[in-house]
């Protein structure tokens, strides 16, 4: 943030970054490359902006209380802070879950991200149906005409050997 003198951050180009990010990821998923992992810990510059946007006092690249009055209460900046904190992790967890290939949804918390990304692996792990081919419909019609039980018996065995 060198060249932004007022840290102002613009809702657009973050966007397009993840967006660049996301099809960055899938050329090297495509390419059957290991996804270069990105440092996942917020820096010391990340956590004192943090603590500045929270309203502490910032010098020096060192956070402080926003007062020097004893009776200062500080649960606002706390509260803040760990809003923050926890926004920056839900975001970590969404890039690796997106890296990975899932999708993230509208996951408020980490929670809710894991949640979505443990439904994704059950789904993704589920076995195909497989059904009858018309050949083997054929088979079973033929081999058991004019006797319509049997020929239901068959069906559901020969569907349940297939999608064991």
């Known amino acids: 943030m060198k060249n932004n ?3 102002i951050v613009c809702p657009t180009c973050e ?7 996301i099809w960055r ?30 309203g502490f ?8 209380s926003p007062s020097v009055q004893e009776d200062h209460e500080l649960t606002p900046c706390l509260k803040a802070f760990a809003e ?12 690796w879950i997106l890296g990975e290939g899932f999708a993230t949804g509208h996951g408020d918390s980490i ?15 589920k076995k195909p149906w497989v059904d009858l081919t018309k050949e083997e419909c054929f088979e079973l019609c033929v081999k058991h005409k004019n006797e319509s039980f049997s020929l239901l018996v068959a069906v559901q065995d020969k569907l349940k050997e297939k999608n064991k």
């Open 111 to 125: 929670v809710d991200l894991l949640d979505q990304l443990q439904w994704q692996i059950a789904e993704k792990d």
């Open 57 to 64: 006092f910032v010098k020096d690249s060192e956070a402080y």
């Open 15 to 21: 966007y397009h970054k993840q967006r660049a990010q």
């Open 5 to 7: 003198p007022m840290n």
């Open 84 to 95: 923050l904190v926890a926004a920056k992790e839900r975001e970590v967890v969404a890039n």
């Open 25 to 54: 990821d899938e050329a090297y998923r495509l390419a059957g490359h290991p996804l270069p992992r990105k440092e996942t810990s917020m820096t010391q510059d990340e956590i004192i902006e943090m603590a500045r946007q929270a």
